[in-house]
């Protein structure tokens, strides 16, 4: 049963374009919603997270998008750059350990 | 250290040997955690360690798997017997207070 469902599994968008990921989730107990980037050949690392008593945080060009009544939340990069290109992953937590998505594959063009 | 230090970076072993990966962490960081990643896929936890508690194994695949913690400081996660299935990227995290997982760069495992 995959507990935090993440889309579109990949994404290609030209420079200066708004990318929209999103992610969908059931379990209400969840309390944090982190995202993590990972560029090939590194681990993940913490970009953006936001608490549920908030509907919208924003850090730089990403910002996250909460809506609690549909268990939906979602990742959105301002004027993006090729160097955003990398895999971008949900991901939820109620007790650890954290919960994933499955990831989603950016290419960001030029 | 200044990260999560994993070693080795990359490992190919035979089908049926044993294999240990080595997870250190940042100084001061009570939480452990180790993820599988497969080609293409998402984290897939194993198991967590919280200071001097019993680690949450619920997440590991066979009982080829385990792992160990010394106190707040180094693990090491051994897959015996390997199989070609046990291919993928072995993730190490660590965190203060639960929140915040700092990865490590992984050990990419392949089993021929």
């Known amino acids: 049963q995959q507990q935090v469902k993440q889309s579109p599994q990949s994404l290609i968008v030209q420079k200066g374009g708004i990318p929209i990921i999103n992610c969908a989730y059931e379990n209400t107990a969840f309390d944090y919603f982190p995202w993590y980037q990972q560029f090939p050949g590194k681990g993940p690392a913490l970009l953006i997270a936001i608490r549920p008593d908030v509907s919208e945080k924003k850090e730089g060009r990403f910002t996250i998008s909460f809506n609690k009544s549909a268990k939906q939340f979602s990742l959105h990069i301002m004027d993006s750059q090729p160097g955003d290109s990398a895999t971008y992953f949900c991901a939820a937590l109620e007790n650890t350990p954290l919960v994933f998505g499955k990831g989603t594959r950016l290419s960001v063009i030029a | 250290g200044a990260g999560v230090s994993q070693s080795p970076s990359n490992k190919v072993t035979e089908k049926g040997k044993d294999v240990e990966l080595r997870c250190d962490p940042i100084s001061g960081h009570t939480a452990l955690y180790w993820y599988r990643q497969r080609l293409g896929q998402g984290l897939e936890f194993l198991i967590y360690f919280q200071g001097n508690s019993a680690p949450d194994k619920s997440g590991?695949?066979?009982?080829?798997?385990?792992?160990?913690?010394?106190g707040e400081s180094v693990s090491t996660l051994t897959i015996q017997r390997t199989q070609q299935e046990d291919s993928a990227v072995y993730l190490c995290a660590s965190s203060r207070l639960g929140l915040g997982y700092t990865f490590g760069s992984g050990t990419r495992l392949t089993v021929v």
């Open chain 2, 60 to 70: 590991l695949p066979s009982d080829r798997f385990s792992a160990e913690r010394t």
